[in-house]
């Protein structure tokens, strides 16, 4: 997933976060929009930090001593978006090479920015003359390394500027290509560029298409020898799913002839296809200390390869520690495996080994439906083996689900489904695993009771909410009667008591609250909780009629109710949200919100827009916390 939600160091053969301290309320700076080394000393990197440019605040840029052990925020507030188009084109922020003091920032919407005091003060270059497309803005800078003042800057949609002044003024290069996606110069101030017709050089003041004749789609990454100004690598910006497809062209003549690499792959991940090596490259670099050691970074991971020069490369993926996963749901049945994840673009995972070793296939491995996205699971409580899930394609709009007998080992796709509808949340009856009821984007919910082969429409609800982008969980089945389903929308808690034939409203005295979920305890009927953010947190013992307010919660962003500790019948309850003189972190409460436990870790805040939480029925203590781009974090009291 092309996404740059946290900027990780690789370091002895594992990636460490070092921006896992933002909290919640510091979620946007997970996004990646860009990072710089200080050339001239190794302990200082900058990054960009935001995710996206309007809905999540403004982003900055944050300065590290320390090679990333802590950070100081700079004095620069700006829209960016790390997460939004042509997030994989760059380098946006650069030092330098001749001066650390001086740094340049090329923003989506705010022009062209500079710093002379490494990064204290920032200034808006106002003699920048470029007019880049909107929301993309200068989507690149580049210094030659070799000639003091010399930069150029991608001015996107617009071309390539140059200034030959450290960029007091700026000239546009005449003939530049417009779309540029990568920049990269050679030691002897040859300047190539990657863009959406090909690929460019431009020496002696005149610029030559160098695009390789057996290519058909456009190139993005792109990178030349540090050690050879003559060999140029350059990749594919294709997404495509042929086993032996290779998308790195290799030039030891600047261009003039390339050559098509093939390679051998050894994967790190069990699960990983050998389709993904390559699929939608953002970067590929020299290593500038070691000959023919290359790295390249594409939209699902990082792969690196010793010898380039190597007539077949041996490209391995180094992911330890590298997460960039986008979760949507987690189920911890009773028994069986621990946890079940459903994701964005990797489908999801049966976790049946130890929480902390790659799982061994996907979701839709062994034989199974495999989608883009699952969205949701549900079990049957009276039979755990006997599981649901849905979800489906973006790339393509089909969507649907399917079941599994097996606790989540394998699945069969539903016989049936309603064309473009996305399914968004799934509750399966606690007594008849043939028997569920799913809520769909922006349409009616649905029931079926055979096992997905023919589906009805449930009255008496409202429309569902857009999908698929929607994290609330507002359905769930009663955990022991087998024909009660319940539902929150609006301030109102539905309940259907027919097996998801009709739904009425029981309670309209709940507030309004878009981020909301709602779910029921194991082993009891009638009793149902709700979680409604800054509103707080609600309990149900009557099915829904009448609703406490939790006193001591002041916000509740998530919650979970896991396995009872021993000797006791009620579950352990889970928030990540406020609790009155507490503040805010996770906790943990053994009787029923009276009373509750601190069991977060600051060092950790997983704040990188939280969205789902879920605690193990197998082993009380554990909980789950699913994250909108860093993966899932599991841990105990």
């Known amino acids: ?282 970067a590929i670099e020299f290593d500038p200390k070691i000959p023919g050691r290359v790295w390249l970074t594409d939209w699902f991971g990082t792969w690196q390869t010793d010898n380039i020069n190597k007539q077949q490369p041996v490209w391995l993926n180094y992911e330890k520690g590298h997460e960039e996963l986008v979760s949507f749901s987690l189920v911890s049945p009773p028994s069986g495996s621990l946890l079940l994840s459903g994701v964005a673009d990797v489908d999801g995972f049966n976790h049946n080994k130890e929480l902390d070793t790659y799982p061994s296939f996907q979701l839709g491995g062994l034989n199974s439906p495999r989608f883009q996205d699952t969205y949701s699971f549900a079990y049957s409580e009276s039979n755990p083996s006997r599981m649901v899930r849905v979800g489906g394609n973006r790339w393509n709009n089909t969507y649907t689900g399917a079941t599994s007998t097996d606790g989540g080992q394998t699945w069969t796709k539903f016989l049936s489904f309603k064309q473009n509808t996305i399914p968004l949340r799934v509750a399966m009856s606690a007594t008849n695993p043939n028997l569920f009821v799913v809520i769909t984007s922006e349409g009616q919910p649905i029931r079926t009771t055979d096992g997905g082969a023919s589906w009805s429409t449930v009255s008496g609800l409202p429309s569902g909410p857009k999908g698929p982008w929607y994290w609330g969980q507002p359905l769930a089945a009663d955990k022991v009667d087998g024909s009660t389903f319940y539902y929150y929308t609006d301030g109102k808690v539905y309940r259907s008591i027919d097996r998801g034939v009709s739904f009425r409203i029981v309670n309209s005295e709940l507030p309004n609250e878009g981020w909301s979920m709602l779910k029921t305890v194991p082993a009891t009927s009638n009793e149902v909780w709700v979680s409604l953010n800054w509103q707080g947190l609600y309990r149900s013992t009557d099915g829904g009629v009448k609703f406490a307010k939790i006193a001591k919660v002041e916000r509740a962003y998530l919650f979970a109710i896991g396995k009872p500790p021993m000797g006791s019948k009620i579950g352990a309850l889970y928030l990540y949200g406020k609790v009155a003189g507490r503040g805010e972190g996770i906790f943990l409460s053994l009787d029923h919100g009276e009373t509750w436990t601190s069991i977060g870790d600051h060092t950790q805040a997983i704040g990188d827009d939280p969205n789902v939480m879920e605690a193990s029925r197998q082993q009380f203590g554990l909980v789950f916390i699913g994250t909108n781009g860093r993966g899932i974090y599991y841990g105990t009291p």
């Not at 910006?237 to 051998?264: I, L, M």
Request: aromatic residues 12%; hydrophobic residues 35%.
């Open 1 to 282: 997933m092309n996404v740059g939600f946290a900027f990780p160091l690789r370091l002895i053969g594992k990636w460490i976060p070092l921006t896992d301290h933002f909290g919640l309320q510091q979620s946007n700076y997970y996004g990646g929009e860009a990072l710089a080394l200080d050339p001239n000393n190794p302990n200082i990197v900058y990054i960009a930090a935001g995710k996206y440019l309007e809905k999540a605040g403004l982003g900055t840029i944050f300065k590290s001593c320390d090679r990333g052990k802590t950070w100081t925020k700079l004095k620069i507030d700006l829209p960016m978006g790390g997460n939004e188009t042509q997030r994989w084109v760059g380098e946006r922020l650069v030092v330098d090479p001749f001066n650390s003091k001086v740094i340049f920032f090329g923003s989506r919407m705010n022009g062209l920015w500079k710093s002379l005091d490494a990064g204290k003060t920032w200034v808006k270059v106002t003699s920048f003359p470029g007019k880049p497309q909107v929301n993309i803005g200068i989507a690149g800078i580049l210094f030659n390394k070799k000639v003091s003042g010399v930069v150029y800057a991608n001015a996107y949609g617009d071309g390539v500027y140059e200034s030959t002044d450290a960029g007091v003024t700026w000239s546009k290069i005449a003939g530049s290509p417009k779309g540029v996606n990568r920049m990269a110069i050679a030691s002897t101030g040859v300047l190539y560029v990657t863009h959406t017709l090909g690929v460019s050089k431009y020496a002696n003041g005149v610029w030559s298409n160098i695009t390789p004749t057996n290519a058909k789609t456009q190139f993005d990454a792109l990178a030349v020898d540090p050690l050879n100004p003559n060999h140029v690598l350059t990749v594919y910006d294709q997404y495509n799913r042929k086993e032996d497809y290779c998308r790195v062209f290799q030039s030891t003549n600047g261009g003039a002839t390339w050559q098509q690499e093939r390679h051998t792959l050894k994967p790190q991940v069990p699960w990983w296809p050998n389709w993904y090596f390559g699929s939608a490259t953002s």
